[in-house]
């Protein structure tokens, strides 16, 4: 039985389907940090190598050590993941209720996870009249109906809005006077570190926190994620995992990408310049309305009635760029298409192939 998993980042499919190697194609469908693996990840990888021949340390004691130093938490806090896609999946098993909310447009494995245990999901639909900003008095009405289990991302996917700590705090309040559960995925708060809500999330045993190492960390590949929560929860979903969940390469990669401090500040500055360029660049169309994002990414919406799948066949035919489909996600159309903020040059290939495509 075969599964279609619609996201960005199939590079490897693309390619196959054109009779290409993926390296002549600049994926921005995938939010992936540009400068890819960080010189002390690479390093440590190599090192690394021989230990394979043993068993993962299944307690993942030096990442949470590790995690625990770069947050400033208990290591007691974290569990780690084959990628934060484990924890969605594995967190319906054991959150109690079986009726979801989500904040939408979101990540669509949500839905696909709670499916599979048998819950019933709803989209709270944010709009993109307004920015996706989030009517809190529309909200507590509709967790007033039962609702168990709250899911929001912050920043938002695929739209890139950064939500402040207080409505954050304010939505939280709410899911405590309905009794509902809340679990905040902040896949990309790295690239925005002080908008997270780990401080107070720990302090509650109703929210967990979802994080992502591959997007900012760059090594998608090896799958790595981590819950912040209490510590009762935490060893809950520790459980979950199965003994070596992660594997060596994994959790030695993670602890290395936290250390190397100085790769993870060249990045978020390079994003945030890089991202700011592209974002007034992108503005300059009279075809396109670009969204504001904490991310590293942009959402865009095309204005003159031209559909995103023809955009993008015409992106990845001749000038070998992917980009994202959006009408995939719930609240959303197929005038919607997401970019990853990338190098500097292949920015501007895509803005001259948009160009080029949309005749300015």
């Excluded at 967790?143 to 402040?164: A, E, H, I, K, R």
């Excluded at 390469?249 to 190397?260: I, K, M, R, Y």
């Excluded at 959402?299 to 992106?315: A, F, H, P, S, Y």
């Amino acid at each position: 039985m075969s599964h279609s998993y619609q996201h960005g980042g199939n590079i490897f499919t693309v390619a196959r389907s054109l009779g290409v190697p993926p390296d002549v194609i600049s994926d921005f469908s995938a939010s992936i940090n540009p400068f890819g693996l960080s010189p002390l990840v690479r390093k440590s990888l190599i090192n690394a190598l021989d230990s394979l021949v043993h068993y993962p340390d299944s307690c993942h004691s030096e990442l949470k050590q590790a995690l625990a130093g770069y947050h400033n938490l208990s290591s007691a806090n974290f569990a780690i993941a084959n990628g934060s896609t484990e924890l969605i999946y594995n967190l319906p098993a054991i959150l109690p209720g079986k009726k979801a909310l989500i904040i939408s447009p979101s990540f669509s494995e949500y839905v696909r996870a709670l499916n599979q245990h048998s819950w019933d999901a709803e989209h709270f639909i944010l709009s993109p009249a307004n920015n996706f900003s989030i009517d809190i008095a529309a909200l507590e009405h509709s967790l007033s109906s039962g609702v168990d289990v709250l899911y929001f991302c912050n920043p938002g996917n695929p739209n890139g809005t950064l939500y402040p700590q207080r409505v954050i705090e304010k939505i939280y309040r709410l899911c405590i006077d309905s009794g509902a559960f809340m679990v905040l995925d902040e896949a990309f708060m790295d690239f925005c570190e002080e908008s997270s809500a780990k401080r107070f999330v720990v302090n509650y045993d109703n929210a967990v926190l979802l994080r992502s190492m591959t997007k900012f960390f760059g090594i998608p590949g090896l799958r790595l994620g981590y819950s912040i929560s209490n510590a009762t929860l935490a060893e809950r979903l520790a459980s979950l995992g199965g003994p070596w969940n992660v594997n060596t390469l994994a959790l030695v990669a993670g602890v290395a990408a936290l250390h190397d401090s100085e790769h993870n500040r060249r990045t978020i500055e390079f994003i945030r310049q890089e991202r700011r360029k592209l974002f007034e660049s992108l503005g300059q169309f009279p075809q396109f309305r670009v969204y504001p994002s904490g991310a590293n990414f942009l959402l865009v919406e095309i204005k003159d009635g031209t559909r995103n799948k023809k955009l993008k066949d015409q992106l990845l035919a001749h000038h070998r760029i992917l980009i994202r489909d959006c009408s995939n996600f719930a609240g959303l159309s197929d005038s919607f298409f997401r970019i990853a903020v990338r190098s500097g040059g292949e920015n501007q290939l895509l803005l001259e192939s948009l160009r080029k495509i949309m005749k300015l």
